[in-house]
């Protein structure tokens, strides 16, 4: 072994001290060295971090197919001829051998799902693309080896899964689904136990506090890393840690696990960039940051349905009151959010918990079941159920079944204009870049909910779609690129750039992007409304979108967005300045504030 760095030992220790016995951690250390050797430490990838330029797809490998081809290659086929100029990253969804929940009942995380491809379809898409692998790593299949390995009494899989008493009381675990968190196997001896399984029976919890399974986890990782995984999404994390009498979900040791694996990650393969998916209130997801120490990225679980009441109920109160506190959660510049309106999950209502009440959450149910959609419950461990995701296309969602196809794409690509205007990285689902409805079809043959937005398509017919103007697959994916290929240029629009929200009236969103280095600023407008609606702002400037002057005074029709560029006055310009260098005065002495109250050393410079 090379020369290791001291301080990433000791970073180790530190972590691994917060989690593990103290008779463990210097065995762990050695095995996280042999591993970091193992994959190469550095050789994969130097420093890179997200700009204006990053623009994630989200899809299954085989969203788009095409006969005798494998649909990793159809993808890469895909992306190569439609998207070059138009995305970045491409985050696919889970792609191993899996028994159920479409890939995330995972049988081996270190195959590639034969029926998808092989690690070759991986590479050659790598080489076109960043990548973003799924690391489903709270939970396993019951068909995995590690399971059967633990069903038979071998050593090495040996506290590998966690063994519940079914008589103790749970209902202080916070559940996300109404399914039993603990399901009955037998052993090959003939014993009966009970397993943890937060989402399903067929999703068998991994018990973390085994030092065996860090290490597992920590393999895996570094596996996907080396294999052209930028992005790694740790996929349900905060639930890695069970302990009982607490809610078993963002425990400390799970954050510490999470900071262990970017430190190790930032070591080895450097670039790797850590993006959390917790589905939880906003404040409990943004928790993920630490202190800029853990995710690089956190999914930006509130806006997608706080979005979408907005545009229900053409009122805007309750979008801009959250938007306007979102400045100072992310630890610029090492971390941001990932911003999505869609995925295939469906939109998750817990996020909104703090900012709409229960009769506003109802509405957005009631609407989504009137629309043909579904509505799945969590148990709240008093024995009652509460809404808990929203299973419906997002475009289907936002529109009315008799809405021209002009008006539909005209309310979608307002939704995807204000996803796009956000502080952060956009992420954009495949069947949101595409245009596509809600898949009936798929979800009652299937009898899964979430089948709605995961339709199958087939290359030759999409293509064919793509091709024709006045298809509402063309004019959002057409609309889409447009509006990607003017954010693109623009340094407002950056991650690293501020963001101011404003208030317009209830009828329009309004926010502004500014690059400080280039003075480069955007005001965003948008009409949440289907009546037209006049603003004034104090700037002159031209209109990205349409390519109008603005010369104080517009007025934008219904669901017209624009993305007004303009420069400050002299006097404005000096007023922001120093506001400016207030709020980053401010926001630092909190900072050492902080420190001192929680006894924190102050960190060494290098």
Same mark, same amino acid.
């Given at each position: ?88 990253? @491409?985050?696919?969804? &889970?792609? #191993?051998?899996?028994?159920?929940? %479409?890939?995330?009942?995972?049988? *081996? /995380?270190? +195959? ?38 633990? @069903?038979?009494?071998? &050593?090495? #899989?040996?506290?590998?899964?966690? %063994?519940?008493?079914?008589?103790? *009381? /749970?209902? +202080? ?59 790694? +999404? ?373």
């Amino acid at each position: 072994m090379g020369a290791v760095n001291p301080e990433f030992v000791l970073r180790l220790e530190s972590l691994l001290s917060r989690v593990y016995p103290k008779e463990h951690i210097g065995d762990l250390i050695k095995k996280i060295l042999h591993l970091g050797e193992k994959w190469n430490y550095g050789a994969h990838r130097s420093q890179q971090w997200v700009d204006g330029t990053n623009i994630y797809l989200i899809t299954y490998g085989d969203t788009i197919s095409q006969p005798d081809k494998p649909p990793l290659a159809t993808l890469n086929h895909f992306a190569h001829q439609h998207l070059n100029d138009t995305i970045s990253d @491409i985050h696919i969804l &889970p792609m #191993y051998p899996y028994s159920s929940d %479409d890939g995330f009942s995972v049988i *081996d /995380y270190r +195959r590639i799902d034969d029926h998808l491809g092989g690690w070759s379809d991986i590479h050659h898409l790598a080489a076109n693309f960043n990548l973003m692998f799924d690391c489903v790593i709270n939970h396993i299949s019951r068909s995995s080896d590690w399971l059967k390995g633990y @069903i038979n009494d071998e &050593p090495y #899989y040996r506290d590998y899964f966690i %063994d519940a008493n079914p008589e103790l *009381d /749970y209902s +202080r675990v916070v559940r996300p689904r109404a399914s039993p968190l603990l399901t009955p196997f037998i052993k090959a001896d003939g014993t009966e136990l009970y397993l943890w399984t937060t989402f399903s029976e067929d999703q068998i919890d991994i018990n973390f506090k085994n030092p065996q399974v860090l290490l597992e986890s920590i393999d895996v990782i570094l596996q996907y890393a080396a294999s052209g995984g930028q992005s790694i +999404r740790l996929d349900a994390i905060g639930y890695i840690w069970k302990e009982m009498g607490t809610p078993c979900i963002h425990r400390p040791q799970a954050h510490n696990i999470i900071k262990l694996w970017r430190t190790i990650l930032d070591e080895v393969i450097p670039g790797t960039r850590i993006i959390t998916e917790t589905n939880v209130p906003h404040h409990e997801n943004i928790s993920y940051f630490g202190e800029g120490d853990e995710a690089h990225m956190v999914y930006q679980f509130a806006l997608p349905p706080l979005t979408l009441h907005a545009f229900l109920r053409q009122d805007t109160r309750t979008l801009t009151q959250w938007a306007q506190g979102l400045n100072a959660e992310a630890h610029y510049p090492k971390t941001t959010y990932f911003n999505f309106l869609s995925s295939h999950d469906g939109i998750g209502l817990r996020p909104t918990e703090t900012f709409l009440d229960d009769n506003e959450r109802k509405y957005l149910a009631q609407e989504t079941q009137r629309k043909e959609g579904r509505v799945s419950y969590k148990d709240n461990g008093d024995g009652t159920h509460s809404p808990y995701e929203l299973n419906i296309n997002y475009l289907s969602a936002i529109t009315e079944v008799d809405d021209s196809i002009e008006l539909k794409a005209n309310k979608f690509l307002a939704a995807q204009a204000l996803l796009l205007s956000f502080m952060g990285v956009p992420a954009i689902y495949i069947h949101s870049l595409l245009g596509s409805e809600n898949d009936l079809e798929g979800m009652h043959q299937s009898g899964l909910s979430r089948r709605i937005s995961r339709k199958k398509l087939q290359l030759d017919d999409v293509e064919k779609e793509l091709t024709q103007p006045g298809s509402l697959r063309s004019r959002v994916f057409n609309g889409i690129k447009k509006l990607i290929a003017i954010r693109r240029t623009r340094p407002a629009f950056s991650p690293q750039a501020g963001q101011r929200v404003f208030e317009l009236g209830d009828k329009l969103f309004a926010l502004e992007r500014y690059d400080p280095k280039s003075e480069n600023r955007i005001s965003c407008i948008f009409n949440i409304s289907g009546q037209s609606q006049t603003f004034k702002l104090a700037v002159e400037g031209k209109d990205l979108i349409a390519g109008e002057q603005f010369t104080g005074q517009m007025r934008l029709q219904p669901w017209q967005v624009v993305w007004i560029e303009h420069k400050l006055k002299a006097p404005e310009r000096l007023g922001r300045l120093r506001r400016w260098r207030k709020k980053i005065f401010i926001s630092l002495k909190r900072s050492e504030a902080n420190r001192l109250l929680t006894g924190r050393p102050r960190k060494a410079k290098r």
